[in-house]
């Protein structure tokens, strides 16, 4: 018997940071983000299983590689919590770049509690697969594992008596975000480092720059949320804005130089907004949103500047399972 499961990737558009438990119980939190459409396969087998690429799919996880071990210490820690025995086999595929912060990790945990576990329900699966990554070495909030477990766009707000509460968020128009938004990515590392860490104490600390910083994130959740729901890509893109502007706030290690100039260009002469994706260390993920007509000269601009489109559409579809007889 052989058991799979899939989740997707996300996009985060704003509350990145305030979804960890010890900063959404200091000044609260929220989070508003969607499902892409790249995911991550975990396949758990008796018999030996293949890990190597298939039908076009890259995979990102190699037998020798420091994303393999760390699959390796997600699965056992996934089985660990469920009481199960660890699999004899698992295959870890993916179809999207890994560690520049579209959420890969959560949507890797997300998927080995789906093929572990199938009957596990859904908000019991987001509990499972972020301390499945907390257990092996990830600081993490909630909203990645809610994107990958429930797909679609998401709405979440958290509070000390719940972890979170989640609402689907749909629009007037046909995902028109999709009609102004690019993902773009480029191989070029970089971490915040222990950025959560520091942002606590800067909150505990009662450092104002990082408690006002977060407090913009937050205001601009519900302009955001509206935005979407009423087709609004001109408020659209000046939340997103705010966002970014609040994120180059809260820490001068989030946006480089670099990053900050490309970022002026695209509010200066598309009239459009960008937003960095998580703290991933293996690459950077820029989302961009641009006015109707504008994105054959946004791309000439974002490969002369070295960064690769992602195709993407928003994946209404959560976590996936499947078993079969081997």
Known sequence: ??????????????????DVPAIYQEVGGVALNLAV?????????????????????ESIYRPSSESMIFAE???????????????KRAAVRADG????????????AV???AAAAPDLSEPDTVQ??????????????????????????NALEFSRDEPFSRSRVSSTGDHSIEQIASLWHKDEPRSSG??????????????????????????????????????NNGGLIAAVREVHSAQVALH?????????????????????????????GAGSALLVLVPDGKQPELERVMVHCGYRSLQFRVEAWGMLRHQADN
Request: charged content about 15%; aromatic content about 4%; proline content about 4%.
């Open 1 to 18: 018997m052989s058991s799979a499961g899939s989740a997707p990737l996300r996009i985060d558009l704003t509350g990145g940071y305030t």
């Open 37 to 57: 459409s790249y995911r991550t396969y975990v396949c758990l087998a008796e018999s030996n299983v293949d890990n190597t690429s298939s039908d076009q799919r």
């Open 73 to 87: 210490k997600l699965l056992f820690h996934v089985s660990s919590i469920l009481a199960l025995q660890p699999p």
């Open 97 to 108: 770049p890994k560690g520049c912060g579209l959420g890969s990790s959560a949507s890797l």
């Open 111 to 113: 998927a080995a509690v």
């Open 128 to 153: 499972v697969a972020r301390l499945a990554e907390l257990r092996a070495g990830n600081e993490c909030g909630f909203q990645d594992h809610v994107a990958a477990v429930y797909g679609g766009i």
């Open 194 to 231: 222990r950025l959560v860490d520091h942002l606590v104490l800067s909150l505990r600390n009662g450092n104002p720059n990082a408690r006002s910083a977060i407090t913009r994130l937050i205001h601009a959740y519900p302009a955001i949320k509206q935005a979407i729901q009423a087709s």
């Open 252 to 280: 001068d290690t989030i946006v480089s130089a670099k990053v900050q100039r490309l970022v002026n260009v695209i509010e200066n002469r598309f009239g459009g907004a960008a937003k960095l994706q998580g703290g991933g």
